[in-house]
């Protein structure tokens, strides 16, 4: 197949897309696949008058991708970009995917995991890898989840949502809100705009901190004495779930992608039953957001056992090293059949509305 792998974009996850985007090409140019990567906002400047011998570039046009363990600086990206448009798709993106036969997504947070590149290729009739449109949005949006979480039963931690604030309401809500807590911005990921305060100051602290990367909260309670889990769904199964060991009391962004920020046991040391009950979770919301292909959903659980569900990433890290592979190796799949199979369920799939 001829097939777009589309990373990178404008989401302060960029980086750790790229790695994933390159990760996938380079396992589906080693299945036999036409494969290269394409940047959702820096696209290619220029097509040559064949634009199909693109699928045949060297190494898929992969770039030298790794993950720093600050943030990537989006201005100096835009800024990195010739025709200096706001456009979301970058110089000839559309072009390409419309000429592959399937576009494998690698891109997470903003305009990839929320629905908005996949709202625009069912318009255009492009194949696409993973959830649609509606599924990605809810997902993406962590106070949409808690509702539907909510709804279908599944146990979470008791939340408040706050739609809009800016800092003069800062005072009122310390106030008025409960420490310790979680606070997250609505469509954050890998760790960024997560705080846990422990007091009314690292909780003002906190909310100045989050206007950062938006003004829509939601403020969970703490659940402490806790073990982390996650687990991932591919097709209508749940993998073998790995238990998180964060190195450091803050399992910030770097904590996340840099070496010796936590150890990942999987199979994860829990009980046959343990680990069913968590996949029938996962596999619940999965269904009851109308996930498709595979996700991967975050868990707690406390000293009695219970668990208690995070979120959910309908777009999980793609690396080698990332935990959805991590499992999939649990059962015997390689990184590059694993790959294969996202493609090939996705490619079969009949899109809703």
Partial sequence: MKIVVLAGGLSPERSVSLVTGTSVCRALRQNGHRAILVDLF??????????????????????????????????AVRAARSDKSDCRFGPHVLDLCAMADIVFLGLHGQDGEDGRVQA?????????????????ALAMDKSMTKRMMDAAGIPNAPWRDIPSYTHADIPALVEELEV????????????????????????????????RYGSHLIVEKKITGCREFTIGI????????????????????AAKYQSGGARELC??????????????????????????????????????????????????GMTAASLVPKEAAAIGMRYNELCEEIVQQSYRLKRRG
């Fill in 267 to 316: 199979p994860a040391p829990i009980t046959a039953g343990q680990q069913e009950e968590m996949g029938r979770l996962a596999l619940k919301l999965h269904r009851t957001l109308g996930l498709e292909v595979y996700s991967r959903t975050d868990f707690l659980m406390d000293a009695e056992g219970n668990f208690w569900c995070l979120e959910v990433n309908s777009l999980p």
């Fill in 120 to 136: 625009a290729f069912d318009l255009l009739g492009i194949k696409y890898t993973g959830g649609g449109y509606l599924a990605s």
């Fill in 42 to 75: 820096l696209g290619v400047e220029e097509l040559p008058e064949d634009a199909e011998r693109l699928f045949d570039a060297p190494d898929g046009l992969c770039p030298e991708a790794s993950i720093a363990a600050e943030e990537p600086d989006l201005d």
């Fill in 180 to 211: 310790p807590c979680a606070v997250k911005v609505v469509n954050g990921g890998s760790s960024l705009g997560v705080a846990l305060p422990d007091t009314k100051e690292e909780l003002a602290a906190a909310l100045a901190d989050m206007l």
């Fill in 234 to 253: 591919l097709g209508d199964r749940a993998l073998p779930a790995v238990e998180i060991l964060p190195a450091v009391k803050e399992f910030d962004y």
